[in-house]
């Protein structure tokens, strides 16, 4: 620890440009090259759903480069395209969840107007235009789920028209109408499992029960899903039958597990997950059999892996991934970004394959620590390894596994210093007899 110190104060003296990379023991994951979406949108994603055979997007967003698409919009592999050809929704409008029911599509969210009417919160559309679902709600809609061939809707809301309905509400084919006789705070997120309705968010009481933030709406009643956990609920997800929390919390009587846990044994069990969540862990799901998680954290990885039972840092933004998504075999991350792995991409981009098996990796990992991340072209990198290491055991690779020319000195026993000319996402692969690992690093 000391000699950790003594390298930090070193490394932050004026003048200095050394780039310090410290490989200690935890472990990395690489996807393949992200691409940009088209041109993307010009503000921010906050669902996505694959319906009739297209991939939408909705959030808080006009404009796809040079052409206006209005808060919904789908993708047909060329291009980015507006729902409706109408007046669209108000400029203040911001959608949190699009759902398919009945084989329309419903958007809901703050819905103030579309197309020049009134409307309270969420609209269908016919197949032409958008029109309000009833009376709406008072207040914002988060999510949308179905059940049974019913449509649920979650939120902060009151009431539908003179009809109190508080934070839960199901569409019953002519009316809004209320699922629970109390519930003490908002509803935030819903999910569907074989059993019924998984519901998420800010309560703690539902009909007079403890619920702790997370409930099972089955057969006309509401069931505790155990201990509970200490802040808000942000999103569930049930993977290859298994159940996922995210948000910013730790469950009930659980020190260890923070932003997402999984449910068995009739308990919430807790997970690895990033030491640096900001605002929280925002979805998870599953892609080439990997459980892959995506948020909001300080440090440039708002994309990971959990597997073996760590969290593995995979894919870094300027900003917020708030929804993963599998079409067509790629994985798309959604939010509000600019870059993800330093590829320009207006908040949606995707990728084919998490890359875990590109080099061997035989020990337990290898965890860095970087001074600066990302790094700068021409700047002097120092790889520190807790091995004597020989430079013709270490390779820099593009992220399609080719190798890059390039000069490494060793400038102690188990320090060897290099330079990258180039930008992009960069790997490391350092493959001595007792240390083999590879790390991501990223140029500009």
């Known amino acids: 620890m000391a000699l950790m110190k003594l390298m930090l104060m070193k490394l932050f003296q004026p003048g200095n440009v050394l780039l310090l990379v ?60 507006s729902q409706s050809s109408g007046l669209g929704f108000s400029g203040g409008s911001s959608i949190t969840s699009i759902e398919e029911f009945n084989g329309q599509l419903v958007a809901a969210g703050y819905i103030d107007s579309v197309d020049g009417v009134p409307v309270s919160n969420v609209v269908i559309f016919n197949g032409t235009s958008w029109e309000p679902l009833g009376a709406g709600f008072d207040d914002v809609v988060t999510d949308l789920a179905v059940y049974q061939d019913t449509l649920f809707a979650s939120g902060y809301f009151d009431q539908s028209g003179a009809t109190a309905i508080r934070f839960l ?28 309705l998984l519901v998420g968010g800010q309560f703690t009481w539902i009909n007079g029960v403890t619920m702790g933030k997370t409930a099972l709406y089955s057969l006309g009643r509401f069931y505790a899903l155990g201990q509970g956990f200490n802040n808000i609920v942000t999103r ?35 997970m690895p997950s990033p030491d640096s969540i900001i605002s929280g862990i925002y979805d998870v799901v599953k892609f080439n059999q990997h459980l892959i998680v ?50 320009p991409a207006m908040s949606i981009a995707s990728t084919a394959s998490v890359m875990t098996n590109l080099f061997p990796v035989s020990n337990a990992g290898i965890n860095i620590l970087t001074f600066p991340n990302p790094a700068v072209q021409g700047q002097d990198i120092v790889l520190e390894i807790p ?58």
């Open 387 to 444: 091995a004597l290491c020989s430079i013709r055991n270490v390779h820099l690779l593009n992220i399609s596994g080719h190798e890059i020319p390039t000069d490494f000195f060793l400038v102690e026993p188990n320090k060897i210093r290099f330079r990258i000319y180039e930008s992009g996402m960069m790997i490391v692969k350092v493959n001595e007899k007792n240390i083999q690992f590879v790390r991501k690093i990223i140029v500009l």
């Open 294 to 343: 995506c948020g909001h954290f300080e440090v440039p990885e708002d994309i990971g892996v959990l597997e073996n039972q760590q969290y593995m840092p995979g894919g870094g933004t300027d900003g917020i991934v708030y929804r993963l998504l599998e079409y067509n075999n790629l994985l798309y991350a959604g939010g509000g970004f600019r870059n993800i792995d330093s590829v």
């Open 169 to 196: 509400a199901k569409w019953d084919g002519g009316s809004w109408v209320a699922v629970a006789n109390y519930i003490d705070d908002y509803v935030y997120t819903l999910a569907v499992c074989d059993t019924g």
């Open 22 to 81: 410290c490989f200690l023991l935890a472990s990395h994951i690489t996807f393949a090259a992200w691409t940009p979406t088209g041109n993307g949108v010009d503000g921010t994603i906050r669902d996505m759903l694959v319906f009739d055979g297209k991939l939408y997007v909705a959030g808080n967003f006009d404009y796809s480069g040079a052409n206006r698409i209005d808060k919904v919009a789908y993708w047909d592999g060329q291009g980015w395209h």
């Open 236 to 270: 569930l997800r049930v993977c290859d039958d298994t159940l996922y929390a995210c948000g910013n919390f730790t469950p009930v009587g659980i020190n260890t597990s923070r932003g997402i846990s999984k449910y068995y044994n009739n308990a919430w069990n807790p």
